[in-house]
């Protein structure tokens, strides 16, 4: 993990998917941990983005930021049926605007379970003298 930049990672875990992400920014980590949860379920390495959803983020703390993403994420994925292929947060008044890149999620290969909520316990994120690392458990 040390060697790159920014990236992601699912580990193992009872029952549920673990995500683990890191990046130089904390805004950066957040999209590794969304683009890994995405991954966990769907192939989007080949999809383009056929739409653009955005987003007011409003959270107390950066622990909140990240679930509240990964909770959006959820929800369109519910509601929609779309899955972001990329991410993007960049701070706004009084809180960050997430945009997704967004695709019908239906017409990507199913690779594994689809996330139904975001776990709060263990969730973290965090900046070291690596840069920013977080972790999250999503309920599958």
């Known amino acids: 993990m040390a060697d790159r930049a920014s990236g992601h990672r699912s580990v193992p875990h009872t029952a549920d998917l673990r995500i683990e992400a890191w990046a130089p920014t904390r805004d950066g980590c957040i ?4 683009l890994g949860a995405v991954e966990s379920f769907l ?7 056929q739409r653009t959803r ?4 409003e959270a107390h703390s950066d622990d909140d930021l990240l679930a509240a993403a990964l909770e959006e994420v959820i929800y369109l994925l519910d509601t929609t049926g779309e899955a972001p292929v990329d991410v993007n947060l960049s701070e706004a008044d009084g809180g960050v605007d997430l945009t997704l890149a967004m695709v ?7 690779l594994g379970a689809v996330p139904k909520a975001v776990s709060l316990n263990e969730l973290h994120l965090a900046h070291d003298k690596r840069g920013w690392r977080c972790s999250v458990t999503l309920d599958v």
């Open 54 to 57: 955005r987003r007011r983020m």
């Open 43 to 49: 192939d989007i390495s080949a999809a383009t983005a």
């Open 31 to 34: 999209r590794q941990a969304v």
């Open 104 to 110: 019908d999620a239906g017409a990507l290969p199913q």
